[in-house]
């Protein structure tokens, strides 16, 4: 079992940074591939970024691309996500989360566990 605590989320202007990040419980961290995902109001949650378990392998989401980072120390058993440039339509619920086995995935339903979420919201 695998807990998820997201931090970091809050109110920006737009142009400006925010650094997520997601602190995980349990010994074997450094073998799940992790992803973050978010949900604006009223839509489907998609996926934003991910990375796998060595922390040499990173995916993102056309929309992000260039703009956002992910990255992970497993000494710290935590997974960050650098949002730089940010803009109105970056606003959402960012949740992580924890893929046991397999490489990682932009596909939800691949993911073992989930956080319960930070909440970014990035003024105009």
């Known amino acids: 079992q695998v807990q998820l605590v997201e931090s970091g989320g809050g109110l920006v202007q737009a142009g400006g940074s925010l650094r997520l990040s997601c602190a995980a419980s349990?010994?074997?961290?450094?073998?799940?591939?992790m992803g973050w995902f978010r949900q604006a109001p009223g839509k489907e949650r998609e996926f934003v970024s991910n990375i796998n378990w060595p922390g040499n392998s990173m995916n993102y989401a056309d929309s992000v691309k260039g703009r956002f980072t992910i990255s992970r120390d497993n000494a710290k058993n935590t997974v960050y996500l650098q949002m730089n440039s940010l803009k109105p339509e970056d606003t959402a619920v960012y949740y992580c989360?924890?893929?046991?086995?397999?490489?990682?995935?932009?596909?939800?339903?691949?993911?073992?566990?989930w956080g319960q979420g930070t909440r970014v919201t990035v003024s105009s």
């Open positions: 349990g010994r074997t961290f450094n073998t799940y591939a």
């Open positions: 989360a924890a893929r046991q086995w397999g490489a990682a995935s932009n596909q939800r339903i691949e993911y073992d566990y």
